[in-house]
């Protein structure tokens, strides 16, 4: 769950990056799945506005306005055998190589 404040770019409508309440669709409300694919190594997430690690960066691209969220997401990811960690890539393809990783543990 998201909270009252996060960090907000300007791409998202505000004039300057800051601190300011989440913006739609990235503020938590939307209803969304998950599905695992341990034989293809993804995880894909349904629903506009869901997200892991980071809301702008999708694989081979990163989103311009929140307007152009996908209504749904996959990730590279790998989940333990114990079910505690997953970690996940996404490679945003900007001729820069950019590139994030992300490891989510179950408390």
């Given at each position: 769950?998201?909270?009252t404040?996060?960090?907000?770019?300007a791409?998202?409508?505000?004039?300057?990056?800051?601190?300011?309440?989440?913006?739609?669709?990235?503020d938590?409300?939307?209803?969304?799945?998950?599905?695992?694919?341990?034989?293809?190594?993804?995880?894909?997430?349904?629903?506009?506005g869901?997200?892991?690690?980071?809301?702008?960066?999708?694989?081979?691209?990163?989103l311009?306005?929140?307007?152009d969220?996908?209504?749904?997401?996959?990730?590279?990811?790998?989940?333990s055998?114990?079910?505690?960690?997953?970690?996940?890539?996404?490679?945003?393809?900007?001729?820069?190589?950019?590139?994030?990783?992300?490891?989510?543990?179950?408390?």
């Amino acid at each position: 769950m998201l909270g009252t404040e996060s960090w907000i770019e300007a791409w998202q409508g505000v004039a300057a990056d800051g601190c300011a309440a989440p913006v739609f669709p990235h503020d938590g409300t939307a209803s969304a799945t998950y599905e695992y694919n341990e034989a293809a190594g993804s995880i894909k997430l349904t629903g506009k506005g869901a997200y892991l690690g980071l809301l702008k960066a999708y694989n081979l691209g990163e989103l311009t306005t929140p307007g152009d969220a996908p209504d749904e997401i996959t990730y590279e990811a790998a989940l333990s055998s114990d079910g505690n960690t997953l970690e996940i890539d996404i490679k945003v393809n900007d001729g820069n190589n950019a590139h994030w990783s992300f490891k989510f543990v179950k408390e």
